[in-house]
Nanobody, 125 residues
Framework: QVQLVESGGGLVQAGGSLRLSCAAS????????MGWFRQTPGKERAFVAA????????DYTDSVKGRFTISRDNAKNTVYLQMNSLKPEDTAVYYC??????????????????WGQGTQVTVSS
């Protein structure tokens, strides 16, 4: 069983930055494509960003392009989401996801094997 533990959420003013981390308890971390999703009350979980197993390929939803950066450190079994120029509409619970599949499937939310427990990000105006 793989455990994903997110950290780094919190309260920040609009225009500020946060860095989320997701640590995975698995020795084969490098075989998983990783992604970040977010969810607000009453809405479905939505794709934010994905990164391929090697970290060479990244993918973002349009609303965060140029502001968010996903990265990974396979030696530390950790994936990151650097969030800059935060907006109130970025407020959500952010979830980490792991998938032993092609990174492109993460955009559709399919093929995900494990989810983290979520971390709250609140951006005040």
């Amino acid at each position: 069983q793989v455990q994903l533990v997110e950290s780094g959420g919190g309260l920040v003013q609009a225009g500020g930055s946060l860095r989320l981390s997701c640590a995975a308890s698995v020795r084969t971390f490098g075989t998983y494509a990783m992604g970040w999703f977010r969810q607000t009350p009453g809405k479905e979980r939505a794709f934010v960003a994905a990164i391929s197993q090697t970290g060479v390929i990244t993918d973002y939803t349009d609303s965060v392009k140029g502001r968010f950066t996903i990265s990974r450190d396979n030696a530390k079994n950790t994936v990151y989401l650097q969030m800059n120029s935060l907006k109130p509409e970025d407020t959500a619970v952010y979830y980490c996801a792991a998938a032993r599949t092609n990174w492109s499937r993460l955009r559709t939310g399919t093929g995900i094997d494990y989810w983290g427990q979520g971390t709250q990000v609140t951006v005040s105006s």
